[in-house]
């Protein structure tokens, strides 16, 4: 089953689920947590337009393997974090 993240730029098609007659580019805003059939899970993503523009929220049921991921986020490097106003000492 394909891992998804939040950011990943995927392509939703009939293969993901037969609602998507006509494929729509999204990104990935979370995988919800929530009880589904074996294989499908619920997404919250962003629908893009054709120059990327985010055009409409939308929770959609899917089956992940039949996604189209075009870009995987990249992993955020582990680091100390700082609150703000607060100093950071070596």
Do not use: N
């Amino acid at each position: 089953m394909t891992t998804l993240r939040a950011g990943d730029l995927i392509e939703v098609t009939r293969a993901a689920s037969v609602q998507f007659v006509e494929p729509i580019r999204c990104r990935v805003i979370r995988v919800l947590d929530w009880i589904t059939y074996d294989g499908w899970c619920w997404l919250d993503v962003y629908q893009l337009d054709d120059k990327g523009d985010a055009v409409a929220r939308r929770s959609i049921f899917v089956q992940p393997a039949g996604l189209v991921v075009h870009r995987r986020t990249a992993p955020v490097p582990v680091g100390r974090q700082r609150r703000s106003g607060s100093k950071v000492t070596p």
